[in-house]
């Protein structure tokens, strides 16, 4: 058996954990078995005393700590860890994602390429590959919707660059529903200068609220969204889904905080993995306004961006290029184009929180309309399954 193994397992035994007898596992507890052992084997050797031959964890009374052990064959939270997260955990123990020291480093005991032996076994024991895995979760861009499911609380900021500097807020709430289903509301907040403009639904940038006479602010247009993935595969690191939104006219209009009536949305979202820890991500939809004299929209967006890490272990950093297009469907109407560069960073040790900021540059010249400003835009998010805001820093 490895010795940082042991080491975990002496350091347990006074501590009254559970550790079955070597007769009563399956399997050779000696370390010379490991180098060409099965990743169950492994598993079965260094994993099970904590959590279960079963990958259910082992019954809390039988161990002296008093974290509560992951249900590895539970796939609503199995499926969504990547394995890159799971072997940092194992390969340098809880604290390099912020859990806890209980959970020991295998480095020096176990090869990385064992530990990914293990992983494969601990990904067999949740059954339904209904779920989406967690590496197709890319990373968020700021305005491009993700074709993935997720549960997360989103905090969107945005201020004008140039002009009277009008700043718009949106809490975002998604929560996922059974293995590929997600809904979304968007509650939007707005400050605005003194300039007259006008606000039209459609993107995350405008639906921020535009300018009216003297300056006010308040609560913008809320959004409720669905999104269901119709295709994931982790073999070709690919994943697609449609979804669709609403717009309800809660913002003020005369204030420009709102548009003049509802709108509804239906869009198509997509994720491919790249070599290289490298994505690309889109989505494409149509807007159509209920309400007279305005004309239906349709839009596009693309991202290209590529994950480093600090270290092997270490914070992700995600610089991104988002592009998007959007276009009234009028004959002779105008192409609004935007280039979004951008930097997602993990903030906390976790990484379930992030933060990402970026300027909007409007790229498209546009006949017709006041020139658009350039916009600072920035979010920090909460993967709220992950835990809390405050946990794993
Ligand atoms: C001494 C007990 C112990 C042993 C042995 C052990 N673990 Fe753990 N493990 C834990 C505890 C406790 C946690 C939960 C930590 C927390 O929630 O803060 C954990 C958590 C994890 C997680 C993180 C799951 C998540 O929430 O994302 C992974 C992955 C993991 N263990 C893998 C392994 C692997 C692989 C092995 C064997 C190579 C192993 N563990 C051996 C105690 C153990």
Known sequence: MAQRTLLAIAAAIPLGIAVPAAAQLPYAVNGADLADASGEAIYANSCANCHGLDGTGVEPSLLAFEEEMPDFTDCDFAAREPDGDWIAVAHEGGPVRGFSEMMPAFRGALSEEQLERVMGYIRSLCTDDNWPRGELNLPRPLVTE???PEDEWVVEAGVDLEGDGAAAGAYVYE?????????????????????????????????APGAGDGGSH???DIVLGVKHALYHSSQTGTIFSLGGEVFLATGDEEAGLGAPG??????????????????????????????????????GRFVLGA???????GRAWTPMVEVQAR??????????????????VALN????????????????SVANERARPMRLVAYVLLDWFDGGFFEGW
């Open 262 to 299: 509802n709108a509804v949305e239906a869009f198509a979202a997509f994720g491919q993995i790249l070599p290289n820890d490298a994505f690309i991500q889109a989505q494409a939809g149509v807007e159509a306004p209920l309400y007279e004299d305005a004309a239906n929209e349709v839009f």
């Open 218 to 220: 308040g609560l913008g």
């Open 349 to 364: 040790t976790r990484q379930h929180v992030l933060g990402n900021i970026g300027v909007l540059v409007p790229v498209g």
């Open 175 to 207: 929560r996922r529903y059974g293995p590929r289903s997600q809904v979304e509301v968007v509650i939007p907040y707005g400050w605005r200068g003194s300039r007259a403009g006008s606000h039209d639904h459609g993107t995350d940038d405008d639906r």
């Open 146 to 148: 993700k074709a993935y």
């Open 307 to 313: 994950t480093f890490t600090e270290g092997q272990w």
């Open 327 to 344: 276009r009234d469907l009028e004959s002779g109407a105008a192409t609004h184009l935007d280039l979004i560069p951008q930097v997602q």
